[in-house]
């Protein structure tokens, strides 16, 4: 978990069986982050402690704005609290 980075890398990591989410970029309030997500494996995330879609997540990026999300096939991208404001745009992404 990154909570208020600037810039930050997460590359080339495989993640399995969580029962909460993958990799979660956060911010405490909206804003510019820059993060790049890039070139992971993630696979058979669980909602375990279940909730409204905060949980279960392979990658969460929460009022996180500037972020690249890369190399991620056949999986759901969950982009919560700003993904429109700040322009990012992909295929998978459910707001």
Known sequence: M??????????RNTIQGTNDNGIEILRS????????????RIADIKAGPGGSGQYGNAINAFRAGNVIVRGQPD??????GGARQFGIQHPDIRQ
């Open 2 to 11: 990154s909570l208020d980075a600037q810039g930050l890398l997460v590359s």
């Open 29 to 40: 309030t909206v804003g510019d982050d820059g993060t790049q997500v890039l070139d992971n």
């Open 75 to 80: 999986q759901q991208l969950r982009l919560l």
